[in-house]
């Protein structure tokens, strides 16, 4: 089972379960820990090949859907009946496979630097990674893709954070996920054709260059989700201003609670 760690303040209280992105882990959320602990009841959970579940294997075939269903495997050995879902960046892929597997396990779903569409320049540099990613080390790699990702100096400690933790994941987990991106926007224009009716509010950075704009056009197509947009923040907005990220995401879990 995957790893994870909970944090409960009352048994009474909401669960909110935190997902992080690719190269990642559950450190992701250090700046949020603190201030959710006040509110709800938290648990954090390293994916597959991530933190310390870097023993969890692959099987030929393993897609989202399965590293979805581990996430659940987690609510269910701790008997819970559902809980509020935030991710961050590949976390948001993780987060939506689980509204469309298991709905009824999601109060609501807040996707934070969410990757909806891949555009040409997105495609461009996946390619580029997948050509690159077996003779090229992946630190190398990943270095080079979180700066296009996250350029500007106020995004450094976004940057900073995600290569350390990048750091403890070998080149072998790395590929497999990488090897995940290539069949990503025929799942991804599967998972926005129905979001379940579950609450969704997304928030991105306004210097999120790459995916804010798709984000923006399904806003604006679809008046059931909500959205924040975040400024002076790029990709990893949860890190960049961290305060906001809080205050706008607990507002909405207190407001969604049933």
């Not at 959970?45 to 989202?64: A, C, P, Q, V």
């Not at 495609?123 to 997948?130: E, N, P, Q, R, T």
Request: glycine share 6%; with cysteine; net charge positive.
């Amino acid at each position: 089972m995957l790893h994870y760690r909970e944090f409960i303040i009352d048994s009474s209280q909401p669960w909110v379960t935190f997902i992080h992105g690719a190269g990642g882990n559950s450190n992701t959320w250090f700046k949020q820990l603190k201030e959710y602990k006040k509110h709800f009841n938290v648990l954090l959970i390293d994916l597959r090949g991530h933190g310390r579940s870097s023993e969890i294997t692959w099987k030929k075939g393993d897609t989202f859907e399965e590293v979805a269903t581990e996430v659940i495997h987690v609510l269910d050995h701790l008997k819970l009946r559902s809980s509020h879902f935030i991710g961050i960046s590949l976390g948001t892929i993780i987060i939506q496979t689980i509204a469309q597997k298991y709905p009824n396990r999601i109060d609501s779903m807040i996707l934070g630097g969410a990757i909806i569409k891949l555009n040409i320049r997105t495609k461009f540099l996946i390619s580029l990674g997948s050509i690159s990613k077996y003779f090229i080390p992946y630190m190398w790699l990943y270095r080079f893709l979180a700066w296009i990702i996250m350029p500007k100096s106020n995004h450094l400690e976004s940057r900073i954070a995600f290569v350390n933790q990048a750091k403890k994941m070998c080149q072998k987990e790395f590929i497999r996920w990488f090897t995940l991106t290539k069949a990503l926007n025929p799942l991804l224009n599967r998972l926005q054709n129905n979001f379940n009716q579950i609450p969704t509010l997304f928030v991105m950075g306004d210097e999120d260059y790459l995916f804010l704009p798709s984000v923006k056009k399904l806003v604006e197509e679809n008046k059931d989700l909500s959205f924040q947009c975040i400024k002076d923040s790029g990709h990893v907005c949860n890190i960049d201003q961290p305060e906001l990220f809080n205050e706008v995401t607990i507002n909405y879990i207190q407001d969604n609670t049933r």
